[in-house]
Nanobody, 124 residues
Framework: QVQLGESGGGLVQAGDSLRLSCAAS?????????MGWFRQAPGKEREFVAA????????YYADSVKGRFTISRENAENTVYLQMNSLKPEDTAVYYC????????????????WGQGTQVTVSS
C-alpha cells in the first residue's frame, strides 16, 4: 500500500497563499488513477477539495475553492500539490491527501490510502 505524507501547512492571514505537498512512497503514483485533497475542520465532516486524474492531468474542484486553489502533480517526484491562493478563514482545516478511490473521486469513504494531514489556519 502506498504511504502518503503531506507538508506545507501553516498559519497565514486572509488573502495569503500556501502550497501543500503530498509525497508518495511504496508504490509509484502512475499506478493510481486519481489523487485527492480533502479537508476537515473541527466538528465538521471531511470534505472534498480537489482531485487530479494522474495520467491525463484532468482536475476537479469543490465549488468553494474553484478559482482559488489549483491541484497539480509532478510525475518524477511522485508528488501532488495544492496551491491555495486568496485564503479565507473558512479554509481553516486539517488538509489530507488520498489515493486511488474505489468510487467517486469526491467521496472520502472511497479512498483507502491517506496521509497524516497538515494543519492550515487562516486568520482574519
Amino acid at each position: 500500500q502506498v504511504q502518503l505524507g503531506e507538508s506545507g501547512g501553516g498559519l497565514v492571514q486572509a488573502g495569503d497563499s500556501l502550497r501543500l505537498s503530498c509525497a508518495a512512497s511504496g508504490r509509484a503514483f502512475s499506478r493510481y488513477t486519481i489523487m485527492g485533497w480533502f479537508r476537515q475542520a473541527p466538528g465538521k465532516e471531511r470534505e472534498f477539495v480537489a482531485a487530479i486524474y494522474w495520467r491525463t492531468g484532468a482536475t476537479y474542484y469543490a465549488d468553494s475553492v474553484k478559482g482559488r486553489f489549483t491541484i497539480s502533480r509532478e510525475n518524477a517526484e511522485n508528488t501532488v500539490y495544492l496551491q491555495m491562493n486568496s485564503l479565507k478563514p473558512e479554509d481553516t482545516a486539517v488538509y489530507y491527501c488520498a489515493a486511488d478511490p474505489k468510487g467517486n473521486y469526491n467521496d472520502y469513504s472511497a479512498y483507502a490510502s491517506w496521509g497524516q494531514g497538515t494543519q492550515v489556519t487562516v486568520s482574519s
